[in-house]
Structures are given as structure tokens and as C-alpha cells.
């Protein structure tokens, strides 16, 4: 008899976690790294959210909730998706989940049969592949370049739909590229899906961090008919600095869809910690100045951190117009050495700028790109400032 059963078989664990758990290992060992690997703001959950736990705390809200979330928690998320997209969804067609991660596993588990497909656009999120594997599906990467600003094209959309597609994963912006679409890009995309047989996953993770006075737009906005294919995946984890609370949501129009991932829920994890719901509904509910107050401040660091990246030599870059990321190319440093050892690809280079530097990446060829780093410039300015200056000098050493 096998220990394991087969459907682990080719699951990873997710990479970036590890990482951020080797600059912790040597944090704690005394080492001064500066880390530009982090997936979370570096800010702290606002007190008036923290406050709104306490208060449940104190009031004893501390039993099971209904598998799908409290009412008061999905009426919330429908009502701020009324507000900021101008889509109306019943708050029925609203169910939490343990941040929008299991939002997304529910998803992938309820619709996927085996050998099914999913499209998704690369550069990705890392845990994409390995949730849609979970689930017996096939991945089908459709290849992005920094030249087209890591977007797809319809043309390309067009291409990749076979008769087995059943799944289109939208990010935007999106993590690790920061690209994001513009709705006339979106409606071009949605042109193409508008009569096809396929759910749009569209992962809005970032939709309240975007940057250059762009705002968010929906895809599920272009028609009724994409309305009806579009499951929105949303948190409060980025917007409101929450992401160890693991609160997050799922709206689609398909009512059997939504019972199902209902039903997965209170059959696996049951509803959301009582407590963070409460937390998450001040959020969604209360003013939203502090989401402003803390975009302004990522957008002035990615301008800050833009500036040195740009006088690194041999380092291309794409300007990130949302999230907190930056993915930049630095395989001109490939094939280079340093005492003999030689930088093969992105891990080897992350290794060798953690040991040589003390700075953390986290390498590209996890997220579908070998020729890339990612560089998360959620850290504060002069963080950013003598992180980046360590990683010119590192990269100067290399022969
Ligand atoms: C693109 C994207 N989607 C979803 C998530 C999941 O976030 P959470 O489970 O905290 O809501 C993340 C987290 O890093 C992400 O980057």
C-alpha cells in the first residue's frame, strides 16, 4: 500500500511560504536580512478592525457560524461589491471562506472533473497550478512577456480554448507582474469568452491596491452573459493589511455552484473564525480611508524602489500599476560566477543574494518565469533604499 495518494503527486508546497520562512530562520539567528519577499503589507490591521474582534471577543461571539458566513458579513461583501464595481449580487450569492485561498480550492474542487482545463495566464500566482491539480485538472499555461506588459491578448485567449476548457483565471492586478487591464482590454477578453462554455475565476485579490489614478473595473460588467460565467474571488487580506485573520469571499450568479462550495465548506473547514468575521465586516462597512492612506504610501515606494532598480545595469523591468510587487529580469546575470559558483537561474541567484547580501527575492521560476525576480516593495522607504543598494553591490561581485 502507498503512503500518499495520487492526486499529490507533482504538489509542491507553496514556495513562497518556505521562503519567508528561511529569512525568518535567519532573522532569528541574529543576521540583518531585508527582505523583499513578503506577500502581505507590512502594515498593521487598523485599529478600528482590531477593536471590532475585541468587542466580539468580549461579547462572547465565539461559537460556529453558519457554514457560508453570518448574514450581516455577506450583506456587507455584496454591498461593497455594489459600491466599488456597480455589480449587484443577493447577499445569498455571497459565501465566506477561509481567505479567498480556499475560495479558490472550493472553486476548482466543484467544477472540475478530471483532465479538465484551466487557462492561466503566465507569469501566475504559484498556488494556481497546485489548487488546480488538487482537483484533477490540467493546467494550460498561456505565456505572457514583459514586452506586452504581462498581459494576454485575445488572439492568444482564442488559441488556448479547447473543447476541455472549463476554467479562465483572471488577476488583475496581479501578483507577481502587477499587470493590470484596462477595461477595454477586459472587454476584448470578455469578447472572446462571451459564447464559450467556460467559468472566468476572476481573482480580485488586488482590486483595491491600483496606482496612476487607474481604478478597478470588472469583467463581469461587460454583459450579462459574462456576468453569469464570472465568479468574483475576493479578501480583505491586501486592502486592509488582515491576511492572517483568513477572511475572504466568493460571489457567483450559480446558485448550484455557490451551494456546493457551501457544502464543501461545512463539510471541511466549517465557517470562518467567528471573531475575524466580525473584524472583516467593520472593514468592508466602515470608512475606507485607511485602504487610501495605504495605497498612497505603496505607490510612493514602488516609485522610490523603481528610481535605484532603474540604475541597476542589466535589470529590465515592467512599471507595476497595481499589488505590491515588482517583476523584474535579471537573467543578464545568468552564466555569471562568484568564487567559482556558478549563478544558473533565479533560485541560484535569490540563494546566492541572501547569503552575499543578506536581501531576499523570491525567485521567478516559481511563478512560471526562470528569467525574473520578484520583488515585493511592501517594506518601508529606507528599507527599500539599503536593501536595493545591497542587491546592486551583490550583483556587482558576480564575474
Ligand atoms: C493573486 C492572489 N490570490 C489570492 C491570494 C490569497 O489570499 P488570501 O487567502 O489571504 O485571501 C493571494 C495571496 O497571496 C494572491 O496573491
Given at each position: 500500500m502507498k503512503d500518499i495518494a495520487v492526486r499529490m503527486t507533482g504538489v509542491p508546497a507553496s514556495e513562497t511560504l518556505s521562503i519567508a520562512a528561511k529569512v525568518q530562520e535567519l532573522k532569528k539567528q541574529g543576521k540583518d536580512v531585508i527582505s523583499?519577499?513578503?506577500?502581505?503589507?507590512?502594515?498593521?490591521?487598523?485599529s478600528h478592525i482590531k477593536a471590532a474582534a475585541v468587542e466580539a471577543i468580549e461579547q462572547g461571539f465565539t461559537k460556529y457560524t453558519p457554514g457560508a458566513g453570518i448574514p450581516e458579513l455577506r450583506k456587507a461583501v455584496s454591498e461593497r461589491i455594489e459600491q466599488d464595481y456597480g455589480l449587484h449580487y443577493d447577499w445569498h450569492q455571497a459565501v465566506v471562506t477561509n481567505g479567498s485561498k480556499q475560495g479558490i480550492y472550493n472553486f476548482f474542487q466543484v467544477v472540475l472533473n478530471p483532465g479538465d482545463e484551466v487557462i492561466i495566464p503566465s507569469p501566475?500566482?504559484?498556488?494556481y497550478p497546485a489548487m488546480v491539480r488538487l482537483a484533477q485538472g490540467k493546467p494550460i499555461f498561456l505565456k505572457t512577456t514583459l514586452k506586452e506588459q504581462f498581459k494576454i491578448t485575445p488572439q492568444k485567449l482564442k488559441k488556448a480554448?479547447?473543447?476541455?476548457?472549463?476554467i479562465f483565471i483572471l488577476n488583475?492586478?496581479?501578483?507577481?507582474?502587477g499587470a493590470f487591464y484596462d477595461p477595454a482590454e477586459l472587454e476584448a477578453l470578455a469578447e472572446v469568452l462571451e459564447d464559450q462554455n467556460i467559468w472566468i475565476?476572476?481573482?480580485?485579490?488586488?482590486?483595491?491596491i491600483v496606482f496612476d489614478g487607474k481604478t478597478f473595473w470588472s469583467?463581469?460588467?461587460?454583459?450579462k452573459k459574462i456576468f453569469q460565467k464570472t465568479f468574483i474571488l475576493g479578501t480583505v487580506s491586501k486592502s486592509y493589511a488582515?491576511?492572517?485573520?483568513r477572511v475572504g469571499f466568493v460571489l457567483g450568479p450559480q446558485p448550484k455552484i455557490m451551494e456546493a462550495i457551501e457544502v464543501i465548506q461545512s463539510q471541511s473547514t466549517?465557517?470562518?473564525?467567528s471573531i475575524a468575521q466580525r473584524a472583516a465586516l467593520k472593514a468592508l462597512t466602515a470608512s475606507q480611508d485607511t485602504v487610501k492612506a495605504m495605497v498612497k504610501e505603496f505607490e510612493l515606494r514602488r516609485n522610490v524602489a523603481l528610481k535605484v532598480i532603474s540604475e541597476i545595469p542589466g535589470v529590465r523591468f515592467f512599471t507595476p500599476?497595481?499589488?505590491?510587487?515588482i517583476f523584474a529580469d535579471?537573467?543578464?546575470?545568468?552564466g555569471k560566477k562568484y568564487r567559482g559558483q556558478n549563478i544558473k537561474g533565479s533560485i541560484a541567484l535569490c540563494e546566492y543574494l541572501l547569503n552575499t547580501g543578506h536581501v531576499a527575492l523570491m525567485p521567478g521560476v516559481y511563478f512560471g518565469d526562470d528569467h525574473y525576480l520578484r520583488l515585493s516593495f511592501s517594506l518601508d522607504i529606507q528599507k527599500i533604499e539599503t536593501g536595493l543598494e545591497r542587491l546592486a553591490q551583490s550583483l556587482k561581485q558576480l564575474e
Open positions: 523583499f519577499t513578503v506577500g502581505e503589507p507590512d502594515f498593521d490591521t487598523p501566475y500566482w504559484v498556488s480554448i479547447s473543447k476541455r476548457t472549463k488583475s492586478p496581479s501578483n507577481p507582474t475565476l476572476s481573482d480580485d485579490a488586488y482590486a483595491g469583467i463581469a460588467k461587460y454583459s488582515m491576511t492572517g485573520w466549517s465557517g470562518v473564525n500599476q497595481g499589488a505590491f510587487y535579471f537573467s543578464s546575470y545568468y
